[in-house]
C-alpha cells in the first residue's frame, strides 16, 4: 500500500522509466492513477470517484468479497499444479458444462485467454488437419504470434496478412456492404464467407477453422445478424473446417437473454470450440477452452501430452464429461475463484440484471440518437453496447475527434471511465453496475452543451 502514496507525477516518470511504452496508459495526455476500487467503482489518489464502464474483467464487480474470499480460503489450504488429483478442477468443470450444450463436454483450464485462443488453433489443426484459418475483419484474438497471424487489427501493423490466413467482411449492419435494409444480410455476409472459402480451395487451401467473437468488439461492438454463424458454420463444416466462438469479452452472462453470446444466434447452432478468459475469474488468471469429444480425441491421440493434463470425471465409452488443465490453469485456487464467480452470477442474479439494466440503457441511448443528430447508430444487448458517433447521416463518417472530446471532458470531470476506439463509445460495464444510467445522463449533457455537436461539427478541443 505504501506505493499508493506516492505521488502521481513520480509514479508516472517512474512507469516511463520502467515500463515499455508499448504498455499503453488511458488517457495518456493525462492518465489516471487508480489506487482502489470496489463494485463498479474506481478510485484515484485524490478519493475521486469513477463509474467504469469499460473494465469487463471484474466482471461481478472489482474486490467482490465471495470471490476475494474464495481464493483467500483456499489459498491457505493448498494451491499447487494439475499433477494432483483435487476435487476443485472437476466441480468447475462440472458447472461450467452445466451452462453449454451438452456436446461442450471436454474442458482445458488455462491461464489466459491469449493461451485459450492459442490452444483452439491447436485443436482446430490436429482435429482437421489442415492449416488455414478465416477470421473477421478488424478482429483480435490475442497477444500471441500465433493469434496475432489471426487478428487484422494487429497483423496490417504489423507483418501483414499471412497466405494461410483469409479475411471475412465483419457482419456490421450499420457500416458493412450489408446494411439494416438489406433483406437478409445474415445469408449475404455468410455467403462472403463461402466465397472466400471457395477461393481458397481454388488455391490448394486448406481450411482448419473459423475464428470469431460471438459479438465483436473490437470491431465496433457489432451485433451479428441472426443466422449468420449457423450459415457460416454449414460452409466451413462442408470445407472440412471447425467453427471456433470467441467468448472472452462476452460471455458469462453479459448479454443478459442468455449465458454465451453464441447463443444468441439461436438454439440449433453450437460451435465446435469455445474459448473463455477475461470475466471467468474477475481479475483472477484463469481461462479454459470448451470442445467437444471428437475434438479432444484427436488432440490427445497425437500422443503428446498438454503439459500436465489429468482426468477428470472420465465418462463410459468416451462420451463422459472431461477436464483438461495446463499447471496452474486448472489449479485450486483458480477454479475456486472461477467457482465463486458463477456463485455470485447465480446468487445475485446478474444475468437478469444485465437483461434489465441494458435494455433501459438502449432505451434511453436511443432517446438521444434522435435528439443528436451526432449519435449514428445505437447497437448491442445486455451489457454490450456500442454508440456510434458520425459527422454526417447521409455519409456516416466517423466522429472521432468529437468522440475523444466527450470522453476526455467527462474524465476530467470525474465522472466516469469510458471507452472510445476511434469513434465508437463502448460501454461493458460489471454486470452489478447500476450507476452507469448516470453516464448516459452525463453523455446527453456534455452534447447538450455543445452546439456544435448537435450540427455534427467538429468539435473544437477545449481545456
Known amino acids: 500500500m505504501a506505493a499508493d502514496q506516492r505521488p502521481k507525477a513520480d509514479t508516472l516518470a517512474r512507469r516511463q522509466r520502467l515500463i515499455s511504452s508499448s ?28 463509474i467504469d464502464c469499460i473494465n469487463n474483467v471484474a466482471h461481478v464487480g472489482h474486490c467482490h468479497p465471495l470471490v476475494v474470499q474464495a481464493a ?24 461450467l458444462s452445466e451452462t453449454l450444450p451438452e456436446q461442450l463436454c471436454v474442458f482445458y483450464f488455462l491461464n489466459s485467454g491469449s493461451e485459450a485462443n492459442d490452444l483452439a488453433l491447436r485443436l482446430a489443426r490436429h482435429y482437421t488437419g489442415h492449416q488455414d484459418v478465416v477470421v473477421l475483419d478488424h478482429a483480435y484474438h490475442g497477444h500471441l504470434s500465433s493469434l496475432i497471424d489471426i487478428s487484422p ?3 496490417r501493423n504489423l507483418d501483414g496478412q499471412k497466405e494461410w490466413v483469409h479475411v471475412a467482411p465483419l457482419p456490421d449492419t450499420y457500416r458493412g456492404p450489408y446494411r439494416e435494409d438489406h433483406l437478409n444480410p445474415a445469408m449475404a455476409y455468410a455467403n ?3 466465397r472466400l472459402v471457395s477461393s481458397a480451395q481454388e488455391k490448394g487451401r486448406k481450411i482448419a477453422a473459423f475464428f470469431a467473437e460471438s459479438l465483436p468488439s473490437v470491431g465496433g461492438q457489432i451485433i451479428p445478424p441472426a443466422g449468420y454463424f449457423s450459415q457460416v458454420a454449414e460452409h466451413i463444416r462442408k470445407a472440412g473446417g471447425v467453427f471456433v466462438a470467441d467468448e472472452i469479452q462476452v460471455g458469462f452472462g453479459r448479454v443478459g437473454k442468455h449465458f454465451w453470446a453464441f447463443q444468441l444466434q439461436g438454439k ?29 480425441r484427436a488432440f490427445e491421440a497425437t500422443g503428446v501430452e498438454y503439459f500436465n493434463t489429468i482426468p477428470a470425471g472420465q465418462g463410459q465409452g468416451g462420451r463422459g464429461k472431461g477436464a483438461k488443465a495446463l499447471q496452474f490453469g486448472g489449479s485450486p485456487v483458480s477454479c475456486a475463484v472461477g467457482l465463486a464467480v458463477l456463485n455470485v452470477l447465480e446468487k445475485e442474479q446478474l444475468q437478469a440484471h444485465a437483461t434489465s439494466v441494458g435494455s433501459f440503457l438502449m432505451e434511453l441511448l436511443g432517446q438521444q440518437k ?3 443528430p451526432i449519435v449514428g447508430d445505437v447497437r448491442g444487448v445486455g451489457l454490450f453496447i456500442g454508440v456510434d458517433l458520425i459527422k454526417d447521416e447521409a455519409t456516416r463518417t466517423p466522429a472521432t475527434e468529437e468522440a475523444a472530446y466527450l470522453v476526455s471532458r467527462s474524465l476530467r470531470d470525474s465522472e466516469w471511465s469510458g471507452g472510445m476506439e476511434g469513434n465508437r463509445s463502448q ?9 452507469t444510467l ?3 445522463f452525463q453523455f446527453s449533457e456534455e452534447m447538450d452543451m455543445e452546439e456544435k455537436v448537435r450540427s455534427c461539427e467538429t468539435l473544437r478541443l477545449q481545456p
Not at 499503453?24 to 470517484?49: S, W
Open 268 to 296: 440449433d447452432f453450437v460451435p465446435d470450440i469455445v474459448t473463455m478468459g477475461k470475466s471467468i475469474g474477475n481479475g483472477h488468471p484463469v481461462a479454459c477452452v470448451a470442445t467437444t469429444q471428437p475434438v479432444a
Open 192 to 194: 462472403e464467407v463461402k
Open 370 to 372: 434522435i435528439k443528436h
Open 23 to 50: 504498455c499503453r496508459l488511458f488517457f495518456p495526455e493525462d492518465p489516471v492513477k487508480i489506487v482502489r476500487a470496489q463494485g463498479q467503482y474506481m478510485y484515484d489518489e485524490q478519493g475521486a470517484e469513477y
Open 153 to 155: 487489427y494487429k497483423f
Open 427 to 435: 460501454v461493458q460495464p460489471a454486470l452489478s453496475s447500476h450507476d
Open 72 to 95: 483467500h480460503e483456499q489459498n491457505q489450504v493448498l494451491n499447487t499444479n494439475s499433477r494432483y488429483l483435487h476435487d476443485t478442477i472437476v466441480d468447475y468443470a462440472q458447472r
Open 438 to 440: 448516470g453516464v448516459l
